[in-house]
């Protein structure tokens, strides 16, 4: 249960698609070793954001430091596990399935969906602002609601007409597969069960009123669309989004400052936006990415690696350093290039489960992993 708050636990998922770079979200600015292996893609030294004599963040993410200095910030150093994927498909599939040798088609958040509605009684238990869903949402008979743009669900003007186009594009699409029977009820009421949160959410945007005024980009307009829905109390227990374009194999000078910018900033208008309504201690937030950067970059930008980083981030987070921040130095790199991670994925996710959302982790991440201790304040 959330800290000070009689409300159930939240957990908000936003995934940094692409591989972002941890070595310049995270930066070693006192250590040779770092400029010497980025002479085109380093920040320097005198642009840095200082954490101590080691470490310091992006200059864009100043919004973000403040956070840290809060107290609400928990950085997990090194973030991976063994044999890592430098694919983005196979990676995000182990990420979202907590399965590193086989395909998987369970999600770790559809099964954590299921736990927290086990009849889905609720299609807004679970909600994705984005395009599809996310592998990481899915689980057979679990019903989760996909949103790409709260505001035009809130321009609806016949749903019951929405619901049966919906209803016949699966019929369409599966019928003469799979013929009738269980498999079309299920496939039924999965298309009922969609268009009954497409009903509710687009209640959420006339609930709302906010000082806060998030960044006209793609995280600060799917963060705001969280806050709408988490402040309407329409149930959501499970919040996931996406911010895209961290894959700087060319360009990252740019590129990167851009994005680790609006991340920053509609992270900080997020929180802002839970503590004006007095909603910040029942909501906590865990910010991924497949994997990190290779140590050296490759004359603009820098190619997949691993030992990346991740965050946690709310009111109630124990923040500070957690792992040790992964060494360097040439002898200690894996793969040629590499750094190694030093936490394994699985146990952050069983912090978050077991610690912060009340539920049994053993099955979902299929293990018993050490989890981060002190986690809640």
Request: some cysteine; charged content about 20%; proline content about 6%.
């Amino acid at each position: 249960m959330s800290k000070g708050s009689n409300k159930p636990p939240v957990l908000v998922v936003v995934q940094l698609t692409g591989g972002c770079d941890f070595m310049n979200t995270l930066v070693p600015y006192n250590n040779s070793i770092y400029y010497d292996n980025r002479p085109k893609v380093s920040i320097p030294q005198d642009k840095v954001i200082p954490l101590n004599n080691e470490l310091g963040w992006h200059p864009e993410m100043g919004a973000f430091k403040n956070l840290f200095d809060q107290g609400d910030v928990a950085v997990i150093q090194g973030i991976g596990y063994p044999d890592a994927s430098r694919s983005h498909f196979r990676a995000m599939d182990v990420w979202h399935t907590c399965e590193p040798h086989e395909i998987s088609t369970k999600g770790w958040l559809g099964q954590s969906i299921q736990e927290l509605d086990q009849n889905g009684e609720n299609p807004l238990t679970g909600v994705n602002f984005g395009r599809g869903l996310p592998r990481a949402m899915v689980k057979t008979g679990v019903p989760v609601t996909s949103v790409g743009d709260l505001d035009s669900y809130g321009l609806m003007t016949n749903i019951e007409r929405q619901r049966d186009q919906t209803l016949e594009f699966f019929k369409d699409m599966y019928s003469q597969a799979i013929g009738t029977g269980p498999v079309m009820d299920y496939l039924s009421q999965t298309a009922t069960d969609v268009m009954k949160g497409a009903d509710v959410i687009k209640q959420a945007p006339e609930m709302y009123e906010s000082k806060v005024e998030y960044g006209d980009d793609p995280i600060g307009k799917s963060l705001r669309d969280v806050a709408r829905v988490h402040l309407a109390d329409l149930g959501t227990r499970i919040f996931y989004t996406q911010h895209g374009g961290y894959d700087h194999h060319a360009n990252e000078n740019p590129s990167l400052p851009k994005l680790l910018g609006q991340m920053s900033r509609a992270v900080s208008d997020f929180q802002q936006d839970l503590r004006d309504h007095n909603e910040g201690d029942n909501v906590m937030m865990l910010i991924f990415t497949e994997f990190g950067r290779r140590i050296k970059d490759n004359g603009s930008g820098t190619d997949h690696g691993s030992g990346g980083g991740a965050y946690l981030v709310g009111n109630s987070v124990n923040g500070g350093f957690y792992g040790e921040y992964p060494s360097i130095h040439p002898s200690d790199w894996l793969n040629g290039e590499d750094m190694k991670h030093n936490v394994d994925f699985r146990g952050v996710y069983s912090t978050v489960l077991d610690q912060w959302m009340g539920i049994d982790p053993v099955n979902i991440v299929h293990g018993n992993f050490e989890q981060l201790d002190p986690f809640i304040k």
